[in-house]
């Protein structure tokens, strides 16, 4: 794996990745992928899962699902943090996080 590559997994009725997190950035968006981690940036403040539910709200707007199709696997208090999407095959997730990369 290549560290341009996103590590995806099966996950029960769907597929899980990694992400780094940034929050309290300028910008929100998807900023690339560092070993093997989709980079995350949000303007929210890390307190009270705010990062985390805007976290979910940009996935879910660039890979095309429901926010409740994204669910929070790991590392709720974290930088690296784990996120689940149901309904999206491993290798659909990938082609969907190619696409959103760039």
């Known amino acids: 794996m290549s560290d341009s590559d996103v590590r995806v997994d099966p996950w ?4 899980a990745f990694q992400v ?11 900023a690339g992928v560092r070993g ?3 980079r995350v940036e949000v303007q929210a403040a890390p307190e009270r899962g705010k990062a985390n539910q805007a976290i979910v709200r940009l ?3 660039e890979l095309g699902v ?3 199709a994204i669910r929070l696997l790991a590392g709720e208090t974290r930088l690296e943090k784990r ?6 095959a491993p290798g659909d997730l990938r082609e969907r ?6």
Not at 83 to 88: E, H, K, M, P
């Open 12 to 15: 029960e009725d769907g597929a």
């Open 20 to 30: 780094k997190a940034h929050a309290g950035a300028r910008r929100q968006g998807v």
């Open 36 to 38: 093997g981690m989709v």
């Open 59 to 61: 996935l879910a707007g």
């Open 66 to 68: 429901p926010a409740g």
């Open 83 to 88: 996120f689940g999407v149901r309904g999206v």
């Open 97 to 102: 996080l190619r696409l959103v990369l760039g």
